[in-house]
């Protein structure tokens, strides 16, 4: 967080205009590699990599300098040969976790991944048990056959009526 | 001297709500009539001092009054009229602003139409209503006023920021308060209920209306907030998960989630502790909304003004309301006692289903939103949490929820047999999944993502369209047919909604799979094709806006026979120092064609980016669907009549 807002601070210190996404331009046509194939990897992979001077912007969305000079890198390591994989480790050697949009699932953000299922599968414990507990049972309150005092009681007031 | 007014107002509305809250309050408690009736004139009075308080900041804003800090640092005397009056609620202290005078609105609305709820209920709902008013209208006056003026005005203002002056975003912020704060009565009724020791049918019914208001004009601010982006920013996206937006989309499947279990609670008695306890968190994920939105702790790219001191005295708001709730419900939770029963396969367990997908879905959302904090906070790991996590986490549960929707909407209540509606679905099944499959066979090598949304699509609108043929009986078609116009309108409402429900899929996906990208420097008069179709840019002009220079790029399409002019442009707003874009798009009912001007290049070429998207329109007709669905379920016969209300919820279960 803190190091997500010094890029923040400095551009407040400067006094620059505190634009949303600024609206120009993210992939430049001179970026675009030849090979479509390799292309299409790249712009996959640069939508899972942050802008880190931004705020909430992938470098495939952003027309920061740095997240062109990030874009060029990514298509540097995959002409040079790099797997998906490898050019995405050389880009978070450099720059950090925090450039990953994508939470490695390593550590306390299993939590994080974790988090969806185990809820979903602790409501629907929830809910099952809730269904059971409401489900219609033979007897149901009101129902039920009379208990002995009552019958002992209708067996009365019918006695009484015959007498009157 | 308006200024000084509306300020007075404000302050005067403080000292009303005071009165709004303890003494209906205490009359309800000790059952004293007259005090309970103190609500009534209170709550209106309250909403008429904050109306001309916000009419007075609006006519500062209209005649560009300098002297109030507000209007200097948010308009200019260019600007057009109407975004003059946009500016009002375009900033923090507006805003506020116009947040407590639609609180003030739900109160008053709670006295106007609340003739037929018991005495003391409907003294507490406004009661509660006028507390949550004192908390923000004290937020308000000490820690940001907006009739703040300055000794010295300025001759000019600094404008609002250019990227909210456009019609989207001018009303995006209206509709999406009063959702959120819509949430609020939901609150006040829960907690109302609560204080009262009574949850029943009739509340239930009483309750249903207003979630229904708050989510459809949820429903309308996020789909304007989500259009404007899709055309103002530049790249055609439509949803960024960024903290803001999910900040309003929280709320939005918890109030979804309500609006179904209010549904149970009025007509079988059950899941009566869990609707209580979705209208508390409901509005609790507002609150955590305004928290984000106004804290500005989670970077993100919607934060115009944020201020991390204000953001504590909302977190210590939430912390009140949300933790005082749950401690009246821990106590009281035990008097909810469920009366329906019902048996595992029936429209009862399939509403419960629903309400789990989407709480666990919210749930989702909420934990990858505040993750980057926490994670920072507990073990000083930086990380990101962006689309890619959103995209894998959160789909499951809405594909489960897609599959599962039209089932549960044909299941009858109290008990059901599954082999029963799945032979009435049967049609429809094999229509979507023949048409996800033709899908695939037509695309070769992209993703199943494409298909898989279509089917699924196809499956919840010709469902909803199912359900309501159903629901016309037997007969001939004339006679089925005559019967469909006399249904309920609750039951068209359903349908609808939930046919949007499934454009919007359809549109979702299509969208993301095939959409058609190109980018390159074009020269002028050198026509490109882009999947059939061929783009020229013929010059590029600059030109004078009201209050900005405009450099604006004419490119011409053919499409087949079809030729139509295209103006994407880029503005520079000097009082503000901004650049922004306006796409140009034409819009198509399969397809939007949608280009953007870029830099200028040597000899006269510019950069130009272009897409195909299709079925970008059923993505707003999607989403209209699903609010114009809540807007007809809002008019069934069974809100309006008032005095049948309680007598009819002892009724069988006949209309739905």
Redesign the interface.
């Known amino acids: 967080?803190?190091?997500?807002?010094r890029p923040?601070a400095l551009i407040l210190a400067l006094g620059l205009?505190l634009?949303?996404?600024?609206?120009?331009?993210?992939?430049?046509?001179?970026e675009?590699l030849k090979d479509p194939l390799m292309e299409k990897r790249a712009r996959e992979i640069s939508?899972?990599l942050?802008c880190l001077v931004?705020?909430?912007?992938?470098i495939d969305?952003s027309t920061s300098d740095l997240a062109r000079d990030l874009r060029l890198l990514v298509r540097e390591r995959l002409v040079a040969g790099d797997s998906d994989g490898e050019v995405i480790d050389f880009i978070v050697e450099r720059f950090?976790?925090?450039?990953?949009?994508?939470?490695?699932p390593g550590?306390?953000?299993a939590i994080?991944?974790a988090?969806?299922p185990v809820?979903?599968v602790i409501?629907?414990g929830g809910?099952l048990v809730?269904?059971?507990g409401?489900?219609?049972?033979p007897k149901?309150p009101g129902q039920e056959a009379l208990s002995t005092e009552e019958e002992d009681r209708l067996a009365k007031i019918m006695a009484e009526d015959k007498l009157s | 001297m308006i200024t000084e007014l509306g300020h007075f107002a404000v302050c005067l509305a403080l000292a009303v709500a005071l009165v709004q809250t303890i003494v209906p309050l205490i009359g309800a408690h000790k059952g004293w009539s007259g005090w309970m009736a103190v609500a009534d004139p209170a709550a209106v009075t309250q909403f008429l001092l904050l109306g001309f308080a916000f009419a007075a900041l609006m006519h500062a804003f209209i005649t560009s009054d300098f002297s109030v800090e507000l209007v200097v640092s948010n308009s200019h005397t260019l600007k057009p009229l109407i975004y003059k009056i946009a500016g009002t609620w375009g900033n923090h202290e507006g805003s506020l602003l116009l947040w407590v005078l639609i609180l003030a609105f739900f109160a008053a609305c709670a006295s106007w139409f609340g003739g037929n709820l018991p005495p003391s209920l409907k003294a507490r709902v406004i009661g509660v209503q006028g507390l949550i008013g004192v908390a923000f209208l004290t937020f308000m006056i000490f820690t940001s006023n907006p009739f703040e003026r300055f000794e010295i005005p300025p001759m000019d203002g600094r404008d609002l920021n250019p990227l909210l002056q456009d019609p989207g975003l001018a009303f995006h912020p209206p509709f999406l308060y009063l959702g959120y704060v819509g949430l609020s009565i939901t609150y006040s009724f829960a907690i109302a209920a609560l204080l009262e020791g009574r949850v029943d049918a009739a509340w239930g019914r009483w309750v249903r209306p207003w979630t229904l208001a708050a989510w459809v004009s949820l429903t309308i601010g996020i789909g304007l907030g989500s259009w404007w982006a899709y055309y103002e920013l530049g790249w055609g996206g439509f949803w960024f998960w960024d903290p803001v937006e999910n900040a309003s989309f929280m709320p939005w499947l918890i109030s979804a989630a309500l609006l179904h279990s209010a549904i149970v609670v009025e007509k079988r008695e059950a899941l009566k502790a869990w609707t209580v306890l979705l209208a508390i968190i409901a509005f609790g994920f507002s609150l955590i909304g305004t928290f984000i939105v106004r804290s500005g702790v989670i970077t993100s790219v919607h934060a115009f003004a944020n201020d991390p001191e204000r953001g504590v005295y909302i977190l210590a708001l939430f912390a009140f309301f949300v933790g005082g709730a749950l401690m009246l419900y821990a106590a009281r939770a035990g008097i909810m006692e469920a009366k329906g029963v019902f048996s595992s396969v029936s429209r009862e367990s399939a509403l419960v289903l629903n309400n789990v997908l989407l709480a666990v879905a919210s749930f989702v959302v909420f934990i990858g939103t505040i993750w980057p904090l926490i994670s920072e906070l507990v073990w000083g790991r930086t990380v990101s949490v962006g689309p890619p996590f959103f995209n894998a986490a959160f789909t499951p549960f809405v594909v489960a929820l897609a599959v599962i929707l039209p089932f549960g909407a044909i299941l009858p209540w109290k008990r059901a047999k599954a082999d029963r509606a799945f032979a009435s679905l049967r049609v429809v099944l094999f229509l979507a999944v023949a048409a996800g499959a033709l899908a695939f066979a037509l695309q070769s090598g992209r993703s199943a993502l494409g298909p898989v949304g279509l089917a699924l699509g196809l499956w919840v609108i010709l469902g909803a369209i199912a359900d309501l043929w159903l629901r016309s009986g037997r007969g001939s078609v004339l006679s089925r047919l005559g019967r469909l116009t006399r249904l309920p309108r609750a039951d068209w409402g359903k349908a609808v909604a939930h046919g949007g429900m499934g454009v919007t899929i359809l549109a979702v996906a299509a969208m993301l799979s095939w959409q058609s990208e190109d980018i390159r420097v074009a020269q002028v008069n050198e026509p490109f094709e882009l999947a059939g179709y061929q783009i020229t840019l013929k010059q590029v002009t600059e030109e004078q806006g009201p209050n900005y220079r405009s450099t604006m790029g004419w490119l011409e399409v053919v499409d087949g026979n079809r030729r139509f002019a295209l103006n994407p442009e880029r503005r520079f707003y000097p009082a503000a120092g901004m650049p922004t874009t306006e796409a140009g798009i034409d819009y198509g009912f399969l397809r939007d064609v949608y280009v953007v001007l870029g830099d200028p290049q040597a000899n006269g070429a510019w950069t130009v980016r272009s897409y195909i998207k299709p079925l970008a329109n059923w993505l707003w007709g999607g989403i209209l669907l699903m609010s114009f669905g809540g807007l007809i379920s809002l008019t069934d016969r069974r809100y309006r009549v008032a005095a049948g209300a309680g007598r009819e919820a002892a009724k069988p279960v006949a209309a739905e």
């Open positions: 967080m803190i190091r997500a807002l923040l205009p634009a949303a996404p600024l609206p120009v331009f993210a992939v430049q046509p001179d675009v939508k899972d942050r931004c705020r909430n912007e992938s969305e950090g976790e925090y450039v990953l949009l994508r939470p490695l550590g306390a953000n994080l991944w988090a969806g809820m979903f409501a629907l809910a809730y269904l059971r409401r489900r219609e049972r149901a």
